[in-house]
């Protein structure tokens, strides 16, 4: 299995909604990605976890937060977002071996904000 | 990081090669030169990735310049499912893997 699968593929909220992405991957990576892409634009970095620990939070305001209940499962709660949030928000989950590290990307949740 | 700059746009017939350049000037000593491609709407998709010495895979492959501060991607082949934005990234451990704006490829019937 080589998928890192991403529910929902799409998903409309209001401003005042509480909705959660959710990320799987059974490949036993240790390090698990948040990136956020808008439109035209390459994916932007929110967040890594390293051996379910965050280790990286790249100034994301905090009606973003993720959380990993365990090795295989990253979740993205959202709160109280702005229309300016709305993208496509891509998880990854990444290998390292002696030939490099590699990241395998979803397929995203395209996210609209009304 | 190494800040990477590649064209914004380029065309390819189909089923001739398609060579995507990318400069990485400043590239230090250990680290690697990625590349990713992204089709319309879906997440970016590993391509090869190499250090000093040129690369193969089934997908493509990677030249890189003898002091590294240059590569090129070579799709042997292209077919239209070859149209998509590449990026190229300059990556070590240590180090976040960031985008650049990368190359949208046209591949034309």
């Known amino acids: 299995d080589t998928e890192v699968t991403q529910t929902p593929k799409h998903l409309v909220m209001g401003m005042t909604n509480k909705k959660s992405l959710k990320c799987e991957q059974h490949m036993g990576h240790r390090a698990m990605y948040w990136y956020k892409q808008k439109a035209k634009k390459p994916p932007e970095l929110m967040f890594v976890?390293?051996?379910?620990?965050?280790?990286i939070n790249e100034s994301v305001p905090s009606r973003f937060s993720p959380e990993c209940p365990n090795s295989s499962l990253l979740n993205l709660h959202l709160h109280a977002l702005q229309p300016e949030d709305s993208a496509l928000y891509l998880c990854a989950s990444s290998h390292e071996d002696r030939e490099g590290r590699k990241l395998f990307f979803g397929s995203g949740t395209q996210l609209s904000v009304l | 990081d190494a800040k990477t700059t590649q064209p914004t746009s380029m065309d390819c017939a189909e089923g001739r090669a398609a060579n995507l350049p990318c400069n990485h000037s400043?590239?230090?000593?250990?680290?690697?030169v990625y590349w990713y491609r992204q089709i319309h709407s879906q997440g970016p998709q590993y391509i090869i990735h190499g250090l000093k010495n040129n690369e193969t895979n089934e997908m493509a492959s990677l030249i890189i310049t003898e002091d590294r501060k240059s590569s090129t991607l070579i799709l042997p082949h292209a077919t239209l499912r070859d149209t998509a934005v590449y990026y190229c990234i300059a990556f070590n451990y240590g180090q976040n893997f960031v985008f650049g704006p990368g190359t949208r490829l046209s591949v034309l019937p």
């Open positions: 976890y390293s051996y379910e620990k965050l280790s």
């Open positions: 400043t590239i230090s000593g250990n680290e690697y």
